[in-house]
């Protein structure tokens, strides 16, 4: 080897070897090799919105803070409904314009209480209008809805007596054959054992329909319990069954875990065992989000917590509740505050998965705060707007996209308060006012321009389970991302804040044409046929009478 | 044509990564930043803490010696777990204590400092653990948190522990310290010097021929009656160790229970004048000393400072045997209360000598049987035998500010003995009593040294 060739040849190997540390190096940190997905601009309209709510009180108000949206209006705009802990929860009808800003004007519902942390709208008793379940510091209270936002208490009508516990997480199914949900209430520590609370987790509650067809039977405690801030029925194996997976807080309970429960119509429930392939998990659990992130048809579970959140998947097949963490596989442990300054671990409380910026990858939104003022977390703790990327990591644009709030966040939601397709964000703030922002997509806040198409659908059928929920709908995208995407349509989770109305799918590009197709699989397992739709719009999928356009009034 | 070939070995190499790359889920194995391992460093952040533990032991209201005993056990877990992410040899006792499934785990791209996670994990425990100390004392663990970095300077070189790695390590120590302190107030010991917090009704002893009654002077009320209830770190319960049988009550002067009982009356009469001095450096009393548990903890703590140990070997070791002590006192505690088996005093003063009184120290407010310092000393020395090696020879200068020490032992059975022994020497314990505590912490030992620790 001359010495020209040596060199030469030296070069090579330096090169090769300088690509491949500079290759690992940027796989280790944040990939460059996936772009940056296109980060949306929001902008804060709490005020402008009309929007005034302070979450409010001491020790029994640490947790809870939610919030709830449904359109009663009939106008397709989501209206709010916010909990404020001793201070009233009010009602907000949505008055936004369509692509517009937002506009909230409060109004008198019936759901006005105190004492409330937490919501989930929902259509109880299959009459076509959605009720409300409130979350309380006492009693839980259920709300019929009477139409035109208007609301009743049910409580008695319905038979649903909760005690003057706790109440802290709520989620409902409709088992096989029933009109009537079977919903499941989690519970906190034992409001007499404020001196001493830790060990005295109270047990949940579910709850049955009656014999009768009308309300409820006496409930069923849920036996071991450990201080639930999170419930979820969801068809974790696409069994045609869903399941009650429950996160619980290792603050108080004593030889607690994350639990995953049967739910079998006719039987009691039952958890899932470690023979079942259950792992046990400890964790300071405080909301759940639910998605098929990675196509296997299959939801991953991301679990909020105090710096050790975790997003598990489902390892082991259908047969097996056996999840692996992939938390920091997809750079998702979101474990530190990521701007501020501030260098202590984060509390991490309501997560949901959403495409907000439309690309057709599930983004993950994630509400963070210190519990008071403990010292050894994080008190400048901003919110997460983790967006995927296109190799599945997880890009964290909370500071670049306006909404990394340093308040005390609790609850919260993304959802299309204005209709314009594009997820906007509600978050509830602990001895703090809530706060909501626009997205914007790529516009600004006179022209808001959709990074991607979407499409936003809701579900319908006939008798009881009148929104569908426990459905599964499937988006074919077509070309050129050649994906299908899927959602699972649930009324729970989260931390205390519920959603029930549209489902927003982020398409990405699409051809000119803008048509793709869905399909949905039913509560408990027949599927329709795929359907053609054009993306940028809002339908309905009637179980009887199929998809069609929906406009607005 | 060489450069050619390293070309295409470049495009082979850039596509196969960029191929990885737009895979849908990267196929990025989790990445292991190359910081010092806790065994890279000395056992300084450790010894150091033990030290003030000790001291805060001594001087905190309420620590009594099963309490000292759960305390010391709680810190030693914490240090392993605190520094446990970095030990590829080792895993997390999660999933092998009672009702701990699970522990925050350090992620694996972040580099941490070690010694500063154990420094922040200690202090935050130290702080819940003693939460009761006196001002001056929490002033203490501040200043030792603060001052370690500054005392270690080979431990804590600033040139390689930059600001972020600091914060980062620091984070991570205390959101461990607070994951087992969530752990360690639900196991029924927490707190116990404070109001009675427990669904209980008061404890009644059992009344009867042989069962144990209040002693003199004091007549004081039974201590921590519960506390074999407390759940153990190790042990499924504490009942998966009992003391053997103790001998069958009888007031017969040719009865081994009588016998045994004389020997008490005799020997602590007639003791040597080593036999007095083994009697009051063993006792350990609470309030004076750090406790029986907190006399081993120094043992172990100086033998760690003398050979130089390195961090990795001072968490493992504070772990195995501070929860072995504990488990220890669990596991006398509940046969204790069991038992119910009277002290010698009063059965002395009953059928033999209505006067007589231990001479050299008060009897302690709880039933005889077993001795809870033979079966705490035969747990450690079995733990430390296995450490350090049986047959170790040390020398003992937990007592020396207090001009008892030192003094040389030739291994730690040896020790263990004397100190099981010295019991019956102070009058305090039936020679039965002694023989199976150190039956019983045998058993302990030997659950404790089933934990898996290596891979």
């Known amino acids: ?553 | 044509m060489r450069t050619s070939f390293l070309a295409l070995g470049l495009a082979a190499i850039f596509s196969t990564l960029v191929a990885q790359a737009q895979t849908s889920v990267p196929l990025i194995p989790p990445v292991s930043i190359s910081a010092p391992q806790p065994s890279a460093y000395s056992a300084a952040v450790a010894t150091e803490w033990f030290d003030l533990a000790l001291l805060l032991t001594q001087q905190t209201p309420g620590f009594s010696p099963p309490v000292a005993a759960r305390a010391l056990g709680y810190l030693g877990l914490t240090l392993y777990e605190s520094v446990v992410p970095g030990m590829p040899q080792n895993i997390s006792l999660a999933g092998q204590l009672n009702e701990l499934n699970s522990l925050p785990w350090a992620q694996p791209n972040e580099a941490l400092h070690w010694p500063t996670v154990a420094n922040a994990a200690m202090a935050t425990m130290s702080r819940m653990m003693y939460s009761n100390t006196s001002a001056e004392n929490k002033a203490r663990i501040d200043l030792l948190e603060r001052s370690l970095p500054l005392k270690y300077g080979q431990d804590f070189d600033p040139n390689t522990v930059t600001p972020d790695i600091t914060n980062r390590s620091e984070t991570f120590g205390k959101l461990m310290a607070m994951a087992v302190m969530t752990w360690a107030r639900t196991d029924g010991g927490h707190e116990a010097w404070g109001p009675l917090r427990r669904s209980r009704a008061n404890y009644v002893p059992p009344s009867g021929a042989g069962k144990w009654s209040a002693t003199p002077p004091a007549f004081t009320a039974p201590l921590l009656p519960w506390w074999g209830e407390v759940r153990p770190f190790v042990l499924k319960a504490a009942s998966d160790c009992p003391a053997p049988p103790p001998l069958a009550y009888s007031e017969q002067t040719t009865s081994a229970f009588y016998k045994s009982a004389d020997e008490v009356y005799r020997v602590s009469n007639m003791a040597t004048q080593e036999q007095r001095q083994f009697a009051l450096y063993w006792a350990d009393d609470p309030g004076k000393t750090p406790t029986p548990a907190g006399h081993w903890a120094f043992i172990a703590n100086d033998l760690l400072k003398q050979r130089k140990a390195n961090l990795a070997l001072a968490a493992e070791t504070f772990a195995q045997l501070n929860m072995a002590m504990s488990d220890a006192f669990v596991a006398g505690w509940d046969s204790k209360y069991k038992l119910n088996v009277l002290r010698p005093v009063t059965y002395v003063q009953l059928v033999i000598d209505s006067n007589w009184v231990p001479t050299l120290m008060h009897t302690p407010p709880f039933p005889d049987y077993p001795s809870g310092h033979s079966v705490q000393s035969s747990a450690a020395a079995t733990v430390l035998d296995q450490v350090f090696g049986a047959n170790t020879a040390f020398v003992d200068n937990t007592h020396n500010d207090r001009g008892w020490g030192p003094r040389s032992f030739k291994s730690f059975k040896a020790a263990a003995n004397e100190a099981a022994l010295s019991r019956l020497y102070a009058g305090i314990h039936y020679r039965f009593g002694v023989e199976g505590g150190q039956v019983q912490g045998q058993c302990v030992a030997d659950k404790v040294l089933a934990l898996k620790f290596k891979r």
């Open chain 1, 1 to 553: 080897m001359t010495h020209n060739k040596f060199h030469s040849f030296r070069r090579g190997v330096l090169a090769c070897l300088g690509l491949v540390i500079a290759m690992d190096a940027a796989r280790a940190q944040q990939p460059l090799m996936a772009p940056i997905p296109p980060i949306p601009r929001f902008v804060e309209e709490t005020e402008a919105a009309g929007l005034q709510s302070r979450f409010e009180g001491e020790d029994e108000y640490m947790v809870g803070g939610g919030v709830a949206t449904f359109d009663c209006a009939g106008n397709g705009l989501p209206s709010v409904y916010v909990t404020a802990g001793v201070n009233k929860a009010k009602f907000y009808r949505n008055r936004s314009t369509r692509g517009g800003p937002i506009k909230l004007l409060e109004e008198r519902s019936g759901l006005e209480l105190t004492n409330a942390i937490g919501a989930y709208p929902i259509d109880i008793d299959g009459d076509g209008i959605t009720d409300m379940v409130v979350l309380r510091v006492g009693e839980v209270q259920v709300f019929r809805g009477l139409g035109s936002c208007k609301f009743e208490r049910a409580n008695d009508a319905w038979t649903v007596q909760t005690g003057n516990a706790w109440h802290t997480a709520f989620s409902a199914t409709w088992e096989r054959g029933q009109s009537w949900p079977t919903p499941a209430f989690g519970t906190y520590y034992d409001r007499s054992r404020p001196d001493f609370p830790w060990g005295s987790c109270t047990p949940g509650l579910l709850f049955r329909p009656a014999a009768s067809g009308t309300g409820y039977a006496p409930p069923t405690p849920l036996v071991p319990s450990h201080c639930a801030l999170s419930m979820l029925f969801s068809d974790w194996n696409r069994s045609g069954e869903a399941s009650l997976r429950v996160s619980n807080d290792r603050e108080y309970y004593k030889n607690g875990q994350e639990q995953l429960w049967h739910v079998a119509p006719g039987q009691a429930p039952a958890l899932y065992s470690p023979a079942e392939g259950w792992k046990p998990l400890q964790i300071w659990g405080m909301g759940i989000a639910s998605h098929d992130l990675d196509g296997d048809g299959f939801p991953s579970v991301f679990l909020t917590s105090m710096a050790d959140n975790k997003l598990q998947k489902v390892a082991a097949g259908a047969k097996q509740p056996t999840y692996s963490d992939e938390a920091f596989r997809r750079g998702i442990t979101a474990h530190r505050p990521y701007v501020g300054g501030d260098i202590h671990p984060s509390t991490a409380w309501h997560a949901q998965f959403a495409d907000v910026n439309n690309d057709g990858l599930t983004d993950l939104f994630v509400v963070k705060g210190n519990v008071s003022t403990m010292p050894d977390f994080a008190t400048l703790d901003p919110n997460n707007l983790l967006l995927q990327q296109t190799d599945g990591h997880f890009f964290e644009a909370g500071q670049q996209s306006g909404v990394a709030s340093f308040k005390r966040g609790r609850g919260g939601m993304m959802v299309d308060l204005n209709g314009d397709g594009l997820l906007d964000m509600l978050v509830v703030n602990r001895w703090d006012k809530a706060q909501l922002w626009r997205n914007l997509g790529a516009g600004t806040a006179k022209e808001p321009v959709p990074l991607g198409h979407w499409l936003q659908v809701r579900m319908a059928q006939a008798d009881g389970n009148r929104d569908a929920v426990g459905s599964w709908v499937e988006v074919d995208l077509g070309e050129p991302s050649s994906r299908v995407i899927r959602q699972e349509l649930t009324v729970g989770g989260g931390h205390a804040s519920g959603h029930l109305g549209w489902m927003h799918f982020g398409l990405g590009a699409l051809t000119e044409a803008r048509q793709v197709r869905l399909r949905v699989q039913w509560p408990h397992g027949e599927w329709s046929a795929w359907q053609s739709v054009t993306a940028d719009a809002f339908y309905v999928m009637d179980k009887e009478r199929g998809i069609g356009p929906w406009k607005a009034p």
